[in-house]
């Protein structure tokens, strides 16, 4: 980690913090509280959605990189299918990190413990819609250089997902933090 930039790692620390925090919460818990969450868990939570998308960007990193593959090392085909992998992969670790983000707040139980980290979750799952959005004009800047239909069919499926997930991530952060 040492050329990791100082805002991952302060988000890192803060990450272990919080995860420890929920685990802490969760341990003392009363057996009202885990039976109430016994019934959320048979339900799909928001974290369980964000974690979908994210396994459809890991199924488009495998095919990016297979499609790289079929076209030679060293090709501009090349090239583009592993930029599009590579994009693939860090809206997968967006994804990731906010799934993990609202499956904290999710499970903190404690009402003014979660009134406290509400607006740091939404804050932080409205910076990955930011970033997302950064990735998509990356997508559409390597669509702009291939010629292989299948490249340019697999990226704008997923351009199409990520859009998707981006919509979804505001909409967890406006509506469903509550």
């Given at each position: 980690m040492?050329?990791?930039?100082?805002?991952?790692k302060r988000f890192l620390w803060f990450f272990f913090g919080c995860l420890v925090t929920a685990l802490i919460l969760d341990a003392v818990r009363s057996p009202d509280i885990a039976r109430a969450k016994s019934r959320?868990?048979?339900?799909q939570t928001s974290s369980d959605l964000i974690s979908a998308r994210a396994k459809q960007l890991l199924d488009y990193e495998q095919d990016f990189l297979d499609l790289s593959k079929a076209r030679g090392a060293g090709s501009l085909e090349f090239e583009v299918a592993m930029g599009l992998h590579d994009i693939a992969e860090r809206v997968q670790d967006h994804l990731d990190a906010a799934s993990t983000l609202v499956w904290i707040y999710e499970s903190v139980s404690c009402v003014p413990d979660k009134i406290k980290i509400r607006p740091m979750v939404s804050s932080q799952l409205s910076f990955y819609v930011?970033?997302?959005g950064s990735e998509v004009s990356m997508v559409n800047n390597n669509l702009a250089y291939t010629t292989a239909p299948g490249v340019a069919t697999t990226a704008?499926?997923?351009?199409?997902?990520?859009?998707?997930?981006q919509t979804m991530l505001a909409s967890i952060a406006q509506n469903s933090l509550k």
């Amino acid at each position: 980690m040492s050329d990791t930039s100082p805002h991952v790692k302060r988000f890192l620390w803060f990450f272990f913090g919080c995860l420890v925090t929920a685990l802490i919460l969760d341990a003392v818990r009363s057996p009202d509280i885990a039976r109430a969450k016994s019934r959320q868990s048979e339900m799909q939570t928001s974290s369980d959605l964000i974690s979908a998308r994210a396994k459809q960007l890991l199924d488009y990193e495998q095919d990016f990189l297979d499609l790289s593959k079929a076209r030679g090392a060293g090709s501009l085909e090349f090239e583009v299918a592993m930029g599009l992998h590579d994009i693939a992969e860090r809206v997968q670790d967006h994804l990731d990190a906010a799934s993990t983000l609202v499956w904290i707040y999710e499970s903190v139980s404690c009402v003014p413990d979660k009134i406290k980290i509400r607006p740091m979750v939404s804050s932080q799952l409205s910076f990955y819609v930011a970033l997302m959005g950064s990735e998509v004009s990356m997508v559409n800047n390597n669509l702009a250089y291939t010629t292989a239909p299948g490249v340019a069919t697999t990226a704008n499926q997923m351009k199409a997902d990520i859009r998707s997930a981006q919509t979804m991530l505001a909409s967890i952060a406006q509506n469903s933090l509550k």
